[in-house]
């Protein structure tokens, strides 16, 4: 069994460099026992995480990782659902490369052995290497230049917004532009604050957060914490009924009819019911798409409060409720500078039911695509996410507006490569769909609509045939009640 705690001193110059970071230091002494941690088969596994351990495999080795449960910067949930699991694809596409090869293998207590009638996930070997290659090409380092333009964007609209509430002629049309210009910095601000969600940045996960929150709390009046934990679990479980917290939108929304079976959310911890109010709106929901997505941000408000109320995991609760409090000073002091109760209104609500634009683009990139996996059990992740998530086609100059995720495959695939790249890394990800013979969806942004929305429909077309079924089964019931 290797040693569990760093030794005293430097380990020996490897490839040039000291091993004096304790964490390093750790690794390289595992590196050197791997083959003397005891063995452990699909069965041992089973009787562990039975017996109360949460066991995760991480490159042929079993991570022990109760101790990390409660202090996951990305939220509990993420290491939940793959307990019992190969999770080594969705280890290496969250964290640094130093976390998975200097950090994780602190937490191994086993190697994994699968035996023959195991139905363990087996990766494409060459998804991999391409994330490899990825690395040795500098794809990961950031190109701060990339973000000068869309610094200069975010400066002009916040500018143009100002301009017009403070020296603008008190017209309708005055408050509607300013309105406008609001919303679509805090369009574009988001993908700024996604990006540092993922530590895509600098990678110093708490120097990227931090200015993440700076960010999205102080200028947007979301909470990055709650994006976060809502995100990262998105990442992981994409387009699962029970689990992705992105497409649990009930009862407005219900991308699949398996929500007509009033499904239990991992995420909130409640059954998402099926009852009056919602077999209403989905039956209604193609119809209703976009006028719900005008009011997405308020229930965004909401959430994040919730989040930092009253979540047992809040890492920066204080600062960002302290953040949050400057968004609603500084906002309310804008607002106050709008003469009348009137264009007040107006400004508000133009701000934020244009922010629709991001919701929209969000889902279009998942409402219409597989909740159903052929083959739960072996499914790896590279196969998961090119099943359950669509790119959108638009013109390079127009890149701007859709923050470069609009290339969502590639982004779920590689959640930490630089959103300015993920163009570059199309033409591979295709390359390889057409090897394994996976579908890859792509479709322009009004394609896209119109495929959502068509998908919508035929999910809304359902609750009415669901009806007579539980009417004439209510039916059947009584009359044999009566029998």
């Given at each position: 069994?290797?040693?569990?705690?760093?030794?005293?001193?430097?380990?020996?110059?490897?490839?040039?460099?000291?091993?004096?970071?304790?964490?390093?230091?750790?690794?390289?002494?595992?590196?050197?026992?791997?083959?003397?941690?005891?063995?452990?088969?699909?069965?041992?596994?089973?009787?562990?995480?039975?017996?109360?351990?949460?066991?995760?495999?991480?490159?042929?080795?079993?991570?022990?990782?109760?101790?990390?449960?409660?202090?996951?910067?990305?939220?509990?949930?993420?290491?939940?659902?793959?307990?019992?699991?190969d999770a080594t694809d969705e280890v290496t596409s969250m964290h640094p490369r130093e976390v998975v090869e200097d950090v994780m293998p602190?937490?191994?207590?086993?190697?994994?052995?699968?035996?023959?009638?195991?139905?363990?996930?087996?990766?494409?070997?060459?998804?991999?290497?391409?994330?490899?290659?990825?690395?040795?090409?500098?794809?990961?380092?950031?190109?701060?230049?990339?973000?000068?333009?869309?610094?200069?964007?975010?400066?002009?609209?916040?500018?143009?917004?100002?301009?017009?509430?403070?020296?603008?002629?008190?017209?309708?049309?005055?408050?509607?532009?300013?309105?406008?210009?609001?919303?679509?910095?805090?369009?574009?601000?988001?993908?700024?604050?996604?990006?540092?969600?993922?530590?895509?940045?600098?990678?110093?996960?708490?120097?990227?957060?931090?200015?993440?929150?700076?960010?999205?709390?102080?200028?947007?009046?979301?909470?990055?914490?709650?994006?976060?934990?809502?995100?990262?679990?998105?990442?992981?479980?994409?387009?699962?009924?029970?689990?992705?917290?992105?497409?649990?939108?009930?009862?407005?929304?219900?991308?699949?009819?398996?929500?007509?079976?009033?499904?239990?959310?991992?995420?909130?911890?409640?059954?998402?019911?099926?009852?009056?109010?919602?077999?209403?709106?989905?039956?209604?929901?193609?119809?209703?798409?976009?006028?719900?997505?005008?009011?997405?941000?308020?229930?965004?408000?909401?959430?994040?409060?919730?989040?930092?109320?009253?979540?047992?995991?809040?890492?920066?609760?204080?600062?960002?409720?302290?953040?949050?409090?400057?968004?609603?000073?500084?906002?309310?002091?804008?607002?106050?500078?709008?003469?009348?109760?009137?264009?007040?209104?107006?400004?508000?609500?133009?701000?934020?039911?244009?922010?629709?634009?991001?919701?929209?683009?969000?889902?279009?990139?998942?409402?219409?695509?597989?909740?159903?996996?052929?083959?739960?059990?072996?499914?790896?992740?590279?196969?998961?996410?090119?099943?359950?998530?669509?790119?959108?086609?638009?013109?390079?100059?127009?890149?701007?507006?859709?923050?470069?995720?609009?290339?969502?495959?590639?982004?779920?695939?590689?959640?930490?490569?630089?959103?300015?790249?993920?163009?570059r890394v199309q033409p591979m990800v295709k390359q390889l769909c057409r090897k394994h013979g996976l579908q890859f969806m792509e479709f322009?942004?009004?394609?896209?609509?119109?495929?959502?929305?068509?998908?919508?429909?035929?999910?809304?077309?359902?609750?009415?045939?669901?009806?007579?079924?539980?009417?004439?089964?209510?039916?059947?019931?009584?009359?044999?009640?009566?029998?």
């Amino acid at each position: 069994m290797p040693p569990r705690t760093p030794s005293p001193s430097p380990l020996p110059l490897k490839h040039g460099r000291v091993y004096d970071h304790p964490a390093k230091r750790v690794a390289a002494q595992f590196r050197r026992g791997r083959d003397e941690l005891p063995v452990c088969t699909p069965q041992q596994l089973r009787q562990r995480i039975a017996s109360g351990e949460y066991l995760v495999i991480i490159d042929g080795l079993v991570c022990k990782l109760n101790g990390l449960v409660d202090k996951h910067p990305g939220g509990p949930l993420a290491i939940m659902h793959m307990v019992g699991r190969d999770a080594t694809d969705e280890v290496t596409s969250m964290h640094p490369r130093e976390v998975v090869e200097d950090v994780m293998p602190r937490w191994a207590v086993a190697r994994f052995a699968p035996d023959d009638d195991s139905k363990f996930i087996v990766s494409y070997r060459d998804y991999r290497q391409l994330d490899q290659q990825l690395h040795a090409e500098g794809y990961y380092k950031c190109n701060y230049g990339d973000y000068a333009w869309d610094v200069a964007r975010y400066v002009a609209l916040f500018a143009t917004s100002l301009g017009l509430i403070f020296y603008g002629h008190p017209t309708v049309w005055t408050y509607l532009c300013a309105g406008i210009s609001t919303a679509i910095l805090w369009q574009q601000l988001a993908f700024f604050a996604h990006d540092l969600g993922h530590n895509g940045l600098t990678g110093r996960r708490e120097f990227d957060l931090v200015l993440g929150i700076c960010v999205a709390d102080v200028l947007g009046g979301l909470s990055v914490g709650w994006w976060k934990k809502n995100h990262n679990t998105h990442h992981i479980m994409t387009n699962d009924v029970d689990d992705d917290p992105d497409i649990q939108h009930m009862p407005f929304f219900a991308i699949s009819t398996r929500f007509f079976e009033s499904r239990y959310s991992t995420y909130y911890q409640r059954v998402m019911k099926f009852d009056a109010a919602a077999r209403l709106f989905v039956s209604l929901q193609h119809k209703l798409y976009y006028i719900i997505m005008c009011f997405a941000r308020y229930n965004l408000y909401v959430q994040s409060w919730s989040y930092l109320l009253l979540s047992d995991f809040a890492p920066y609760r204080r600062l960002e409720m302290g953040c949050i409090v400057v968004f609603v000073a500084w906002f309310s002091w804008l607002v106050s500078h709008i003469p009348t109760w009137q264009h007040r209104a107006l400004y508000i609500l133009i701000a934020n039911s244009i922010s629709a634009i991001l919701h929209i683009q969000i889902t279009l990139s998942h409402f219409a695509m597989s909740t159903e996996s052929p083959d739960p059990a072996r499914e790896c992740f590279f196969a998961r996410q090119v099943r359950t998530t669509m790119d959108v086609l638009c013109p390079r100059w127009f890149d701007w507006f859709h923050g470069g995720l609009q290339f969502q495959v590639e982004h779920h695939l590689f959640p930490r490569l630089p959103r300015h790249k993920l163009v570059r890394v199309q033409p591979m990800v295709k390359q390889l769909c057409r090897k394994h013979g996976l579908q890859f969806m792509e479709f322009s942004f009004i394609d896209g609509n119109v495929y959502t929305m068509q998908w919508l429909g035929e999910v809304a077309s359902c609750v009415k045939a669901y009806n007579a079924h539980e009417k004439q089964a209510a039916a059947i019931q009584t009359a044999a009640g009566r029998a």
